[in-house]
């Protein structure tokens, strides 16, 4: 059967570029089809413009303690809008790299509207009915909104609306502890506003290593942070423009007030209104799409990659996996999703990184040895700029292999890659002895931890042997 196209790719995010990109390399004749904005969530209202944010929240915070390094500074005031504006001048920047434009100069077709299936290898968008060979479905995910009663009573806020504040909250409410809630609340702690972040577990940072909790929880409350942990959100209203949420916790009921509130909660999938039972495209109980380690779908033409998934929700895995979905359509060489070393940045202050296996889930894959925890108060560069907390963790396997590492910083995210290529290249924990760091950096901390391993492993009678020996 002749097709209009080799691939048709539904959403224009980091998974659907990388794909349309990835097309366009090897001279596939593809389609890509976006209802909205090119660059996805991550670039619209993610990862890009709460960056720039934080980095804004962090100089006001530098400011607020200069007097520490003996400089005497006031800080006049915030002006909110002028800093969202900022951040949209850096997605503007970032989005003309990966515009409409610079894809169909590559090659690529790009179709405006919603993306709707009528079979395996058929699509309707943009008043047309489109056929391929096969369908990369790439649509991402979008905010929870929990079933709280009362909630449509106020306006909420969620990560794509709450760039449009053009004035700082006094109080702001935060639902949820993730990566999200965590980001936004510190930051807008930094800028002024009395935060409180509710969230039903009992601790936060719950699929990091658990020597992270108590790091970050005492920073935030030493910050104001009001943390409601294993709370229970059972209502919300609105009295005269004041929001109030009544939360449970061991079966006592409390009530927060605020003047914003930020729900944080989750992501559903964009996977409503795509027609895939048209498709026959299997979903799982949260209505991701199910696929295979090599993207496919249970419908051999049809691929899925991204947060559509409902895996790993970062824009470098919804790339990743892209890589992979077009390699196995295009190409005779079929590969499969390894992720076994999966990096991941949550930006608090201090960052908390992390890539590989965390202990929990090495014991839990019975590959667990020991680990060694190295305090930053060990990195001199750490001692200079007085953010002494925080920690390297290296979890390791048999033959003291490197199987995951946890990092909370200031630098955190600058410094995973080095313990992501260790994993990935299999090596020991003490090979990072053997490494030129230069001083001082925070790097230097991956040398302390190799150099505690060693010290470590030797034993008495090898001490003795060398003084008989050699001394």
């Not at 894809?103 to 079979?119: D, N, Q, Y």
Request: hydrophobic share 40%; glycine share 12%; aromatic share 8%.
């Amino acid at each position: 059967m002749k097709y209009d196209y080799h691939v048709i790719i539904i959403g224009a995010g980091g998974a659907g570029l990388s794909a349309a990109s990835g097309c366009a390399m090897l001279g596939a004749r593809a389609v890509l089809i976006e209802k909205d904005k090119f660059g996805g969530e991550c670039l619209t209202s993610g990862c890009v413009p709460s960056k720039a944010l934080i980095n804004g929240a962090r100089i006001v915070s530098a400011l607020r303690s200069c007097g520490e390094y003996g400089i005497t500074a006031k800080l006049e005031s915030v002006d909110l809008e002028k800093m969202m504006r900022h951040g949209d001048s850096a997605v503007d920047l970032i989005a003309s790299r990966d515009s409409r434009e610079k894809f169909e100069k590559m090659g690529v077709e790009v179709v405006s509207g919603e993306a709707v299936f009528e079979g395996p290898h058929a699509v309707r968008a943009g008043g047309r009915l489109l056929t391929g060979k096969y369908i990369v479905v790439a649509s991402g995910s979008k905010p929870i909104v929990p079933p709280v009663p009362g909630l449509e009573s106020v306006e909420y806020l969620t990560n794509e609306t709450i760039f449009g504040l053009k004035k700082l909250p006094r109080r702001l409410i935060v639902f949820g502890g993730g990566p999200i809630g965590l980001e936004f609340g510190q930051t807008f702690g930094y800028l002024g506003s009395e935060v409180a972040i509710v969230d039903m577990l009992p601790h936060l940072f719950s699929k990091d290593d658990p020597e992270v909790a108590p790091v970050l929880e005492k920073r935030l409350q030493s910050e104001g942070i009001r943390l409601f942990l294993s709370s229970r959100i059972l209502a919300v209203g609105n009295k005269a423009g004041v929001i109030s949420v009544t939360i449970e916790k061991d079966g006592a009921k409390a009530e927060i007030q605020g003047d914003a509130l930020l729900v944080a909660l989750g992501r559903v999938p964009h996977a409503k209104g795509l027609g895939l039972e048209k498709a026959g495209v299997a979903l799982d109980p949260r209505g991701y799409i199910k696929t295979g380690p090599d993207m496919r779908t249970n419908v051999s033409s049809i691929y899925a990659c991204g947060d559509i998934t409902g895996r790993f929700q970062f824009s470098h895995m919804a790339g990743y996996e892209a890589g992979l979905a077009v390699r196995n359509m295009l190409l005779p060489f079929p590969a499969k999703a390894d992720y076994s070393n999966v990096p991941w940045v949550t930006y608090t202050s201090p960052e908390v990184a992390h890539t590989g296996l965390t202990e929990p889930a090495a014991r839990a894959a019975g590959v667990f040895d020991r680990s060694v925890i190295t305090n930053m108060e060990l990195s001199d560069r750490a001692v200079l700029e007085f953010r002494r907390e925080g920690f390297l963790k290296l979890v390791l396997g048999r033959g003291g292999r490197i199987l995951g590492a946890t990092i909370v910083c200031e630098n955190a995210g600058e410094m995973i890659a080095l313990a992501s290529l260790a994993v990935e290249r299999k090596m020991k924990g003490t090979a990072f002895y053997r490494m030129i760091m230069p001083y001082p950096t925070d790097s230097e901390i991956y040398r302390a931890a190799s150099k505690e391993l060693l010290k470590n492993s030797f034993k008495p009678w090898m001490k003795m042997l060398v003084r008989k020996l050699f001394l």
